[in-house]
């Protein structure tokens, strides 16, 4: 009898242990799933935080500057003809320092300068102490920007705020 037996426990044994880890599979991925949904609930959390916009906004200064003239892009002739447009500041001469006030400068190439820098005064940093709007610069053919920066009574800029920068080609 045990003879017989035997073969039919191993069988069993056999069998069983097929089973088991075809469970545990089915189980497995079931696991992976969860965690795979975790993970997408962890990434909409972190949405939320970003979506979160730092209070910058009280610090910036009134006003914005732009150019009338050129137009961003355009396609103009030596000298070119600037027109400096300026809402919420007053356009005042050097000198003197009043809030919310200033004078126009015309950056070549250049950047806009920091809060609180002194516009640098040469060939390619023009200053308009005088309370002009408008200029003519002589520039070379090709691509040129064109940076409009705002400074007060002092020439200490408003910074990249009450700044704009174009971009022109020069035939
Ligand atoms: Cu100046």
Redesign the pocket.
């Known amino acids: 009898m045990k003879s017989t037996l035997l073969p039919l426990l191993i069988s069993l044994l056999a069998l069983a242990a097929a089973c088991s880890p075809a469970e545990n599979k089915s189980e497995n991925t079931g696991d992976l799933k969860t965690q795979s949904q975790n993970g997408n609930s962890n990434d909409h959390g972190g949405e939320h935080t970003a979506s979160t916009e730092p209070k910058t906004t009280e610090e910036k200064p009134k006003g914005k500057i732009m150019f009338i003239a050129p137009q961003a892009g355009a396609k103009v002739k030596s000298p070119v003809k600037v027109e400096m447009g300026l809402e919420g500041m007053t356009v005042v001469p ?1 000198g003197e320092l009043k809030e919310n006030s200033g ?1 126009h ?1 015309l950056i070549i190439d250049g950047q806009p300068i920091p809060t609180g820098d002194v ?1 640098p005064k040469d060939d390619t940093h023009i ?1 308009f ?1 005088k309370g002009q709007t408008s200029t003519e610069v002589p520039l070379k053919p090709g691509k040129h920007t064109l940076t409009l920066q705002f ?1 007060d009574g002092v ?1 200490k800029s408003y910074g990249p705020d009450l700044s704009s920068t174009i971009e022109i080609t020069v035939e």
């Open positions: 050097a004078h400068h516009v200053h102490g400074a020439h």
